[in-house]
């Protein structure tokens, strides 16, 4: 259970959430992210309620990936980087030319191209 969180982020800075276990980190996780809806206070993007955002806009805006990926989910590293490009893309659309390269681009510059191929 979260109690009297507040906090405001800045664009373009990453965070980190440190915590034993049961403290609500991924609860917290999930309220940022509009899958939880608070009981109490709210949960605000730009002014508005981040659950108030249809999923793809919302998705345009916050991304997460889990700690540990369902067993299902035996994604190349590409593909996985990839799925970080559905929320500009149309229902089952193939990725364009423009997603092709900025996934290269977000590889290289993470470091990870070189694992691109690997699950």
Not at 12 to 36: D, M, P, Q
Not at 45 to 66: C, E
């Amino acid at each position: 259970m979260l109690d009297a969180v507040s906090f405001s982020l800045t664009p373009g800075k990453f965070y980190g959430v440190i915590g034993h276990n049961g403290a609500g980190k991924s609860t917290l996780i999930r309220l940022l992210g509009g899958e939880l809806l608070p009981t109490a206070g709210a949960v605000l993007l730009d002014g508005a309620p981040v659950h108030s955002f249809a999923a793809k806009a919302r998705a345009r805006r916050i991304a997460a990936l889990p700690q540990k990926l369902p067993d299902a989910a035996d994604f190349l590293v590409r593909e996985l980087v990839m799925l970080g490009r559905f929320p500009w893309q149309g229902w089952l659309q193939r990725p364009s030319a423009e997603d092709i390269a900025r996934v290269e681009e977000a590889m290289q510059q993470t470091d990870v191209a070189r694992f691109a191929a690997q699950p």
